[in-house]
């Protein structure tokens, strides 16, 4: 495993772990500013502040099982594609989605730059 590999391994950990907190403070860091999100739907329809806004600790957990497999992280020197499947439950839901997400190192800090999540089915 290459140095990018384990740098990216170690935040997507870190964003498993934001999705159960639930922790806006993780989403403010890791996303960029002008990050592009695609829904399920294929729009662009997502912003920074609305995946934050998302992950505000409300009444109760969101999710209370968050496990991710398939994970691959592909380097590319200060880029990184990742892919993997997310199973999630919660009071409200449970789901298994694919997601994509592209992480850029930019003046010695990762961030997702451009991300996807769809439904694999």
């Given at each position: 495993m290459s140095t990018v590999?384990?740098?990216?391994?170690?935040?997507?950990?870190?964003?498993?772990?934001?999705?159960?907190?639930?922790?806006?403070?993780?989403?403010?860091?890791?996303?960029?500013?002008?990050?592009?999100?695609?829904?399920?739907?294929?729009?662009?329809?997502?912003?920074?502040?609305?995946?934050?806004?998302?992950?505000?600790?409300?009444?109760?957990?969101?999710?209370t099982r968050v496990e991710m497999s398939d994970v691959k992280v592909i380097d590319h020197g200060a880029a990184a594609v990742v892919t993997c499947r997310g199973a999630y439950a919660g009071p409200q839901m449970s789901a298994t989605l694919a997601f994509m997400r592209v992480w850029l190192k930019k003046d010695g800090r990762w961030q997702i730059i451009a991300g996807s999540v769809s439904n694999p089915e």
């Open positions: 590999q384990s740098e990216i391994a170690a935040l997507e950990e870190r964003l498993r772990l934001a999705e159960l907190g639930p922790d806006p403070t993780f989403f403010e860091e890791a996303l960029a500013d002008d990050v592009v999100l695609v829904s399920p739907d294929g729009q662009a329809s997502f912003d920074k502040t609305q995946i934050v806004d998302a992950h505000r600790p409300r009444k109760g957990p969101k999710f």
